[in-house]
């Protein structure tokens, strides 16, 4: 079935390092792959997406490439500020078109990033 | 635009009590999607609705239920409350009907301890 794998946390670092965060998926289909972050005490918000193979997600300075040959799309930050602390989510959809509001999350990664 | 809104936002019961959430989409989005957020498990499916029908549904027992309105509302329900059922329970709406290529819009979860 599907499924998402993302490194285990937790995760500090300090302000200005830099920040991987490695995510694998199965390789069922050609899914569109995901990374959310969720805040203390909030919701989970959209941070970037890939839909297809070499596809690079972008946003407030993260970036994830979509690397088909080795299932992975790897969360990464040149430098981290201390409001960059939560809980990513790597996930994917169920490929195929029939993915009616279901994506598949791995089990999140908590990063604290320290002045 | 308001959010995704997600009431009540904390509540306590006991176990085999029954509880309802309540959720209301962003306007215009007529997919809600249902989450099970706990420590132990991270994020699981419940089941997703589109125009008052449900299209997808995760692997949880009978007792989680759901339904949505016409007006796109959504209501989940679990009955026979047990302890495991302690949890943070995310609503998320969205526009697009198959998620291929669209985003999920998370609520704040309503957060429910059994005790």
């Known amino acids: 079935g599907n499924s998402v794998t993302q490194m285990e946390g937790p995760v500090t670092l300090s302000e200005e390092a830099f920040l991987t965060i490695n995510c694998t998926y199965t390789?069922?289909?050609?899914?569109?792959l995901f990374w959310y972050v969720q805040y203390p005490g909030e919701g989970l918000q959209l941070l970037l997406k890939?839909?297809?193979?070499?596809d690079k997600g972008s946003n407030k300075g993260f970036e994830a490439t979509y690397r088909k040959e080795t299932t992975s799309f790897h969360l990464e930050k040149g430098s981290v500020q201390v409001s960059d602390s939560a809980v990513y989510f790597c996930?994917?959809?169920?490929?195929?078109?029939?993915?009616?509001?279901?994506?598949?999350f791995g089990q999140g990664t908590i990063l604290t990033v320290h002045p | 635009k308001a959010g995704v809104t997600q009431t009540p936002r904390y509540l306590i019961k006991t176990r085999g009590q029954q509880v309802t959430l309540s959720c209301s989409p962003i306007?215009?989005?007529?997919?809600v999607s249902w989450y099970q957020q706990t420590p132990g498990q991270g994020l699981q499916f419940l089941f997703e609705y589109f125009s008052e029908t449900q299209r997808n549904k995760g692997n949880f027992p009978g007792r989680f239920s759901g339904r949505q309105f016409s007006n796109s509302r959504s209501e989940m329900n679990v009955s026979t409350l047990e302890l495991g059922d302690s949890a943070l329970y995310l609503c998320?709406?969205?526009?697009?009907?198959?998620?291929?290529?669209?985003?999920?819009?998370f609520g704040e979860g309503s957060r429910l301890t059994v005790l």
């Open positions: 306007s215009g989005h007529r997919s």
């Open positions: 890939a839909t297809k193979a070499d």
């Open positions: 998320a709406s969205s526009w697009s009907q198959r998620l291929n290529t669209g985003e999920l819009f």
């Open positions: 996930a994917r959809n169920s490929a195929g078109g029939t993915s009616y509001g279901k994506l598949t």
């Open positions: 390789a069922t289909g050609y899914p569109s």
